[in-house]
T-cell receptor, first 112, second 111 residues
Framework: DSGVTQTPKHLITATGQRVTLRCSPR?????VYWYQQSLDQGLQFLIQYYNGEERAKGNILERFSAQQFPDLHSELNLSSLELGDSALYFC???????????FGSGTRLTVV | DAKTTQPPSMDCAEGRAANLPCNHSTISGNEYVYWYRQIHSQGPQYIIH???NNETNEMASLIITEDRKSSTLILPHATLRDTAVYYCIVSVIQGAQKLVFGQGTRLTINP
């Protein structure tokens, strides 16, 4: 157990639907990062939050959005889902100056 | 874009040392070298990081050249469980910015 909790582990949904992925960071970590990994592809950075505020944005589609709540957990919302959105979605957390981002075990999203 | 160059794949015999190279010729003075690995479809796992001195922990050793333009991750006694994709990343001190992953090196440990 890395200390970063992602739910659900698996999700199967139809095209056009909307889903929410949840991430609870490691205790004490203020930063949360979301990454997407499509089949046989690298890890693509989507978005970062620090203590509730958006800090950096990567290749995140307009159909996707995220937020970090006061208790520091984060949610990634994916809407109008397409087949190409099928991927592993990882959340990571970190704190300033401490070595190592900690990744969760991911949510495997399958859009059918 | 990733600032590092790694070979796409490598093989190593079980029990031998695995030496994974990484080029980062444009590294800035305040950037660290980080190594992560991803076993199958699990979340990436932090291995080690360094600035300019060689580093060692329970998992691996990191050798950084004097000019800091390249580094080598050493797994001293590779086991089958070390089969994974290894990512070399340069970044300022963690927590301040996102990690940019390249394609990494797919290391296969053979029995």
């Amino acid at each position: 157990d890395s200390g970063v909790t992602q739910t659900p582990k698996h999700l199967i949904t139809a095209t056009g639907q909307r889903v929410t992925l949840r991430c609870s960071p490691r205790s004490g970590d203020l930063s949360v990062y979301w990454y997407q990994q499509s089949l046989d592809q690298g890890l693509q950075f989507l978005i970062q939050y620090y203590n509730g505020e958006e800090r950096a944005k990567g290749n995140i589609l307009e159909r996707f959005s995220a937020q970090q709540f006061p208790d520091l957990h984060s949610e990634l919302n994916l809407s109008s889902l397409e087949l190409g959105d099928s991927a592993l979605y990882f959340c990571a957390s970190s704190r300033l100056g401490v070595s190592g981002y900690t990744f969760g075990s991911g949510t495997r999203l399958t859009v059918v | 874009d990733a600032k590092t160059t790694q070979p796409p794949s490598m093989d190593c015999a079980e029990g031998r040392a695995a030496n994974l190279p990484c080029n980062h010729s444009t590294i800035s003075g305040n950037e660290y070298v980080y190594w992560y690995r991803q076993i199958h479809s699990q979340g990436p796992q932090y291995i080690i990081h360094g600035l300019k001195n060689n580093e060692t922990n329970e998992m691996a050793s990191l050798i950084i050249t004097e000019d800091r333009k390249s580094s080598t991750l050493i797994l001293p006694h590779a086991t089958l469980r070390d089969t994974a994709v290894y990512y070399c990343i340069v970044s300022v001190i963690q927590g301040a910015q996102k990690l940019v992953f390249g394609q990494g090196t797919r290391l296969t440990i053979n029995p």
